[in-house]
């Protein structure tokens, strides 16, 4: 099951930082959204080992990190109108995805 939290509503050039914290181990974690009439997007990803990816419109903005367990948060700074979306996170395990439940972002401008 996976819990994913932090959303909430904030103006242009603030921050946020959501959290997703399974209740086991995983393999990659990432983070997707979903805006109003668009298709899901990956934002960020983290593998068990480390190694990160972001998509082009997030580098130098957002970063996925690791805490205590298995939490893994985004850092969201600089937040732009364009950033407003549903985040969800993702774990694959054994080669199997799982969707946690998405929280709403709202940058206003």
């Known amino acids: 099951q996976l819990q994913a939290s932090g959303g909430g509503l904030v103006q242009a050039g603030g921050s946020l930082k959501l959290s997703c914290a399974p209740s086991a181990s995983f393999n990659v974690m990432a983070w997707h959204r979903q805006a109003p009439g668009k298709s899901r997007e990956l934002v960020a990803g983290?593998?068990?080992?480390?190694?990160t990816n972001y998509a082009d419109s997030v580098k130098g903005r957002f970063s996925i990190s690791r805490g205590n367990a298995n939490t893994v948060y985004l850092q969201m700074n600089n937040l732009k109108p364009e950033d407003t979306a549903v985040y969800y996170c993702?774990?694959?395990?054994?080669?199997?995805?799982?969707w946690g439940r998405g929280t709403l972002v709202t940058v206003s401008s």
């Open positions: 993702k774990i694959v395990r054994g080669g199997v995805a799982y």
């Open positions: 983290i593998s068990a080992a480390g190694p």
